[in-house]
């Protein structure tokens, strides 16, 4: 995407108004991160403006603000180039030393077993992943499109998964089985939708849907390259960039939620095992947890019938579809900072 970041700015500056005008619990938590902010990430440049003040989040009696929040972590083991020492085995036992710092007990993993073709040795992050205690599901074999291996073929896939993902799961003693599409795609047509709902409905699958997608994979090379140059300057500027990122998809899922659904969800954040997320997921679960956040098993969180509905709609997202389905606007969409992304450490 290559819009202008003042598109960004306008989206941001709305999205800011409503969320303190909000009388929920999220809305004033997340109030409260733009109001003190002290150790917080700083709230996103193109998010803040001097006349976006948030105002003092309003009294919830007692209660403590509170966004549920389930943690999934997609393509396990890791696919790409091992840069600076980066192994995929030492960015995902970095991404559960995170996780178990911050007392996450649940969290689930999306296994592609492609990824370990010709690679064996990260075998060691599946391994790690599971002897934590985490949960693991199938994310297909292969995680090609729809298009790539027709209906069949990508059936074929899921399946091509099933024996190890069952082997990980068996050592977790995890009783429900969890689907994710890749790209988050669960079907171009009509035809495909139902029919792969009905196949992994026969298979025993949920499917996990997410609401906190950031385009965190948009960060991996240009944080590859920078680690290869040593610029340590750029680093610091794409992990506030990446930090800035993905506290403003959370702002936006929990607008749209209310707009779209009429209440407040359990969110689902999707990460990836990359080096942006060892080096940031730490700082990036702080600020959730100061925005309120409060992490729970995805299977709480799909307790949320937003998910489970079938929307039967085209779209790149959760809140998309649903929002054509319902006939209920969701906010405009974000954007990222394309032109830092693309330009740096080149
Ligand atoms: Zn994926």
């Not at 991160?33 to 009294?59: E, F, L, M, N």
């Not at 026969?202 to 994979?217: E, G, K, P, W």
């Not at 809140?319 to 389905?325: L, T, Y």
């Amino acid at each position: 995407m290559k819009r202008a970041l003042t598109i960004a700015a306008l989206v941001m500056l709305g999205l800011g108004v409503r969320v303190a005008e909000s009388h929920g619990s999220a809305g004033t938590s997340l109030a409260s991160v733009h109001r003190d902010g002290s150790s917080a990430p700083r709230a996103p440049r193109h998010v803040t403006h001097p006349k976006a003040t948030i105002t003092a989040p309003r009294a919830v009696g007692s209660e403590r603000p509170s966004i549920r929040m389930a943690i999934t972590v997609d393509d396990l083991p890791g696919g790409g180039p091992e840069v600076g020492g980066y192994t995929h085995a030492r960015i995902v036992r970095e991404i559960i030393a995170t996780l178990q710092a911050h007392h996450v007990k649940h969290a689930v993993g999306f296994v592609v077993g492609s990824m370990l073709e010709g690679q064996p040795e990260r075998r060691a992050a599946l391994d790690a992943w599971v002897q934590a205690g985490y949960e693991v599901g199938n994310h297909t074999f292969s995680h090609d499109k729809i298009e790539e291996l027709g209906l069949d073929g990508y059936m074929k896939d899921i399946l091509a998964n099933r024996e190890l993902v069952d082997e990980l799961a068996k050592r977790v003693g995890q009783h429900r089985e969890f689907f994710r599409f890749p790209y988050l795609e669960e079907g171009r047509t009509e035809h495909e939708r139902k029919t792969l709902a009905r196949f992994l409905a026969a298979q025993h699958y949920t499917v996990a849907r997410v609401s906190v997608c950031f385009n965190d994979t948009d960060w991996a090379d240009p944080y590859l390259r920078c680690l290869q140059k040593g610029d340590d300057s750029a680093l610091q500027t794409l992990r506030q960039s990446y930090l800035d990122n993905a506290m403003a998809y959370l702002k936006w899922s929990v607008v749209a939620a209310r707009e779209v659904f009429g209440h407040s969800i359990p969110q689902v954040l999707l990460v990836h095992p990359n080096v942006p997320a060892a080096q940031n997921l730490d700082a990036l679960l702080t600020a959730y947890e100061q925005a309120g956040v409060r992490f729970v098993s995805l299977e709480e969180a799909l307790t949320e019938p937003a998910y489970t509905a079938s929307y039967d709609m085209n779209g790149d997202n959760l809140f998309e579809r649903a929002s054509r389905r319902l006939g209920r606007p969701h906010p405009p969409e974000l954007v990222e900072p394309a032109a830092l992304l693309d330009l740096v450490c080149r």
